[in-house]
């Protein structure tokens, strides 16, 4: 196991710099960058105060589309100042260098490293995947094992009615319910609009701010998780039912072992084995796909927020800072998956299969 995953981790290494690479030329590509968006800037602050015309000719022969009224010697620094001054090549190697470092450089738009806005928005992205995670999972295996049980019977039936209905919810709109209902909007105001903890946080005690914390949590969690109950769901009540009709399981039956003691010391191992394999995709999803909109509703500041805005500046400090994070720790999750394997099936050997 040990040199499977040293394989893993060093494969880690050309997998980032391929991906960093393809992202890198297609941004550089893209129109609309922080150099064109600061030239129309000043542009249209060179506009308004009725001047610009007498260099309008000294500037025609920049590649910016909105240079029209510079001159040449501002589009430079304009370009220094973003560091697109070097050749492509060159700002390519700096960043690497740079990553391999865990520096990021400096945000284009909001003047701060990137490190220390990743920090500040960890937080927020955090709680709302560690806790969306937590409890889909405490939900669903359960679930999911009981539905396996009882196929076909009224349980079954009824649950698979809201799981559908849980599922066909967009999570935006279910988030936009609760607050209607539930945070002010035109009902009751049991939970608080937005943010994650209240200003008064600092002065409240240990048990006060636990309260406070899970008091602003409920409603993003809420309209987080429902949907997420029925692929995990459905995925632990197949692997078990597939499970349950095998010989191992008639055989152990046989043997006059208890019902719980088959589920428990038999199948469970095999059947939890494909819910694992999911894990890293399903973290993915709800750590950074599925917290943007809730961190929009419920105005929650983090990662999701922090990288759709980067985008739409093209603030390429950023873009490359959480797509770095984001896709090492797809990589470690997927790695971690992997050990999880062997742990629950001793019997599962990565070196003898030479798997890669």
Known sequence: ????????????????????????????????????????????????????????????????????????????KIEAQYGFDKPIHERFWLMLSSYLQFDFGTSFFKDKPVTQLLWEKLPVSLSL???????????????GIKKARQHGLIFDKATSILLAIGYAIPAFAFAILLIVFFAGGSYFQWFPLQGLVSENFDQLSLLGKIKDYFWHMTLPLLAMVIGGFAGL???????????????YVLAARSKGLTESRVLYGHVFRNAMLIVIAGLPEALIGIFFVGNLFIEIIFNLDGLGLLGFEAIVQRDYPVIFGTLFIFTLLGLVLRLISDVLYQVIDPRINFESRGAK
């Not at 000043?42 to 025609?60: K, R």
Request: no cysteine; proline share 5%.
């Open 1 to 76: 196991m040990g040199t499977y995953i040293l394989k893993r981790v060093l494969l880690i290494i050309p997998t980032l710099f391929l991906i960093l690479l393809i992202n890198f030329i297609v941004i550089q590509i893209a129109p609309g960058g922080p150099v064109e968006q600061a030239i129309q800037q000043a542009e249209a602050f060179q506009g308004m105060g009725g001047s610009g015309s007498a260099e309008t000719a000294a500037a025609g022969s920049t590649p910016y589309q909105g240079a029209k009224g510079l001159s040449d010697e501002m589009v430079a």
């Open 233 to 247: 769901t459905y995925l632990t009540k197949y692997s078990f039912m597939e499970e349950l009709n095998k010989q």
């Open 129 to 143: 995947g560690l806790w969306s995670t937590l409890l889909i999972y405490l939900v669903s295996i359960p679930l």
